[in-house]
């Protein structure tokens, strides 16, 4: 129901034009979270790295239903993200480590499965929310109560309650793994002085710091530069872009030469088939927020569309890339190859409904044609994602 209620709250406190910024940076912040949560769920357990993403997300939700600023609500979604791309991160270390290679596509998308309920029901839902105390007073529609509090403030206690049962099936099986001598329980007898050292050479703490502060300056600068008054010339936006070149340059030195543990080993940085994937998602990340920014707002206003028929069209990616990636998934399964559906089937017709939105993102164009684009991303997604 995000999707569909972020433009409520930007407008709630008149600040409509930053809904994209913030879905941005929100997202940037929390997939950057999953590079320290790697090596957190390596060190620490799949149990413990968990329960923290479920803590971040559950603040995050308390935060946005008790927001009374653009700023605290921007600091929660951040906290959400955070935990949401983090719990979704662990569920995903989980199947690789339950399936085996050539089943995992297929795996993925049982992961996935859910979607294709909950995209349903999450449209008439936000609209029951969204009328919770509204009536008519003098002629005019007033409410109670602002209703997309009530949506956060009841996932901040639904979430942590239907986390337990799957936290307790981590620690079980962790427990388990402990007796049977898979994890080796050491008591190091070290003081509180060489804890702090010894993690911060595990963690790779300079080397995170270096990755996480330069993709955070490189791409930051991309969602702000519209509010400088000279945009792009901006000494600001330009230094932060040199800064963050600066800083993914010293973190792959830092890897080379400097780490006594690699956050990621060197070799994997020169890797053709590792840069490819990395290049192809971050295609793939650009050409969905090319378009997706305003999209929930446009729906609402330009064709007029109530909050349902907006939420049901914008999850059309999320129920067909999730039907289509079972059919990716046991493409792959049977084959063994993935190379090809990527790059002569998704990548390009990822390409394809990208740009065909933003020709059709028109105010007279028929509803017709921007469902047409949703459909070919997503047999694009589908295939991307798996």
């Given at each position: 129901?995000?999707?569909?209620?972020?433009?409520?709250?930007?407008?709630?406190?008149?600040?409509h034009s930053l809904t994209p910024a913030i879905g941005v940076?929100?997202?940037?912040?929390?997939?950057?979270?999953?590079?320290?949560?790697?090596?957190?769920?390596?060190?620490?357990?799949?149990?413990?790295?968990?329960?923290?993403?479920?803590?971040?997300?559950?603040?995050?939700?308390?935060?946005?239903?008790?927001?009374?600023?653009?700023?605290?609500?921007?600091?929660?979604?951040?906290?959400?993200?955070?935990?949401?791309?983090?719990?979704?991160?662990?569920?995903?270390?989980?199947?690789?480590?339950?399936?085996?290679?050539?089943?995992?596509?297929?795996?993925?998308?049982?992961?996935?499965?859910?979607?294709?309920?909950?995209?349903?029901?999450?449209?008439?839902?936000?609209?029951?929310?969204?009328?919770?105390?509204?009536?008519?007073?003098?002629?005019?529609?007033?409410?109670?109560?602002?209703?997309?509090?009530?949506?956060?403030?009841?996932?901040?206690?639904?979430?942590?309650?239907?986390?337990?049962?799957?936290?307790?099936?981590?620690?079980?099986?962790?427990?388990?793994?402990?007796?049977?001598?898979?994890?080796?329980?050491?008591?190091?007898g070290r003081t509180r002085a060489q804890s702090f050292e010894?993690?911060?050479?595990?963690?790779?703490?300079?080397?995170?710091?270096?990755?996480?502060?330069?993709?955070?300056?490189?791409?930051?600068?991309?969602?702000?530069?519209?509010?400088?008054?000279?945009?792009?010339?901006?000494?600001?936006?330009?230094?932060?872009?040199?800064?963050?070149?600066?800083?993914?340059?010293?973190?792959?030195?830092?890897?080379?030469?400097?780490?006594?543990?690699?956050?990621?080993?060197?070799?994997?940085?020169?890797?053709?088939?590792?840069?490819?994937?990395?290049?192809?998602?971050?295609?793939?990340?650009?050409?969905?927020?090319?378009?997706?920014?305003?999209?929930?707002?446009?729906?609402?206003?330009?064709?007029?569309?109530?909050?349902?028929?907006?939420?049901?069209?914008?999850?059309?990616?999320?129920?067909?890339?999730?039907?289509?990636?079972?059919?990716?998934?046991?493409?792959?399964?049977?084959?063994?190859?993935?190379?090809?559906?990527?790059?002569?089937?998704?990548?390009?017709?990822?390409?394809?409904?990208?740009?065909?939105?933003?020709?059709?993102?028109?105010?007279?164009?028929?509803?017709?044609?921007?469902?047409?684009?949703?459909?070919?991303?997503?047999?694009?997604?589908?295939?991307?994602?798996?």
């Amino acid at each position: 129901m995000g999707f569909t209620l972020a433009p409520q709250v930007t407008s709630h406190f008149n600040i409509h034009s930053l809904t994209p910024a913030i879905g941005v940076m929100s997202s940037i912040i929390g997939g950057l979270t999953k590079l320290p949560l790697a090596k957190l769920i390596d060190i620490w357990g799949r149990p413990q790295g968990y329960m923290v993403m479920v803590g971040g997300l559950t603040l995050g939700l308390v935060l946005m239903a008790a927001s009374n600023s653009v700023e605290l609500y921007t600091a929660a979604q951040c906290f959400y993200w955070i935990g949401h791309n983090g719990t979704e991160y662990v569920f995903s270390v989980f199947v690789a480590d339950t399936s085996r290679l050539k089943s995992r596509g297929l795996m993925f998308a049982f992961l996935a499965s859910p979607f294709i309920i909950t995209s349903w029901i999450a449209g008439p839902l936000a609209t029951a929310y969204l009328h919770i105390g509204t009536g008519i007073k003098d002629g005019k529609i007033v409410s109670a109560f602002i209703g997309w509090r009530w949506v956060y403030g009841t996932f901040a206690i639904i979430t942590p309650v239907v986390a337990l049962p799957l936290f307790a099936l981590f620690q079980w099986n962790y427990k388990k793994a402990i007796k049977a001598g898979l994890i080796p329980v050491n008591k190091t007898g070290r003081t509180r002085a060489q804890s702090f050292e010894h993690y911060v050479i595990q963690f790779d703490a300079i080397g995170l710091f270096l990755i996480v502060s330069g993709i955070g300056l490189l791409l930051l600068p991309f969602n702000i530069w519209s509010y400088q008054q000279e945009k792009f010339a901006s000494p600001m936006i330009s230094c932060m872009i040199g800064l963050g070149i600066l800083l993914l340059i010293a973190f792959a030195m830092w890897e080379r030469f400097g780490a006594q543990v690699t956050f990621i080993p060197f070799h994997l940085l020169r890797d053709r088939t590792v840069l490819g994937a990395n290049l192809l998602a971050a295609v793939a990340f650009f050409g969905f927020y090319m378009w997706n920014g305003q999209f929930a707002s446009f729906l609402q206003v330009v064709p007029d569309l109530t909050i349902t028929e907006t939420t049901y069209i914008g999850n059309i990616y999320s129920i067909g890339a999730c039907l289509w990636s079972f059919a990716a998934g046991i493409l792959i399964a049977r084959t063994g190859r993935f190379k090809a559906q990527a790059l002569y089937f998704g990548a390009p017709v990822t390409l394809l409904g990208a740009g065909l939105m933003v020709h059709f993102r028109q105010p007279d164009v028929n509803i017709g044609y921007i469902v047409m684009c949703q459909i070919f991303i997503v047999f694009a997604g589908g295939t991307l994602v798996r």
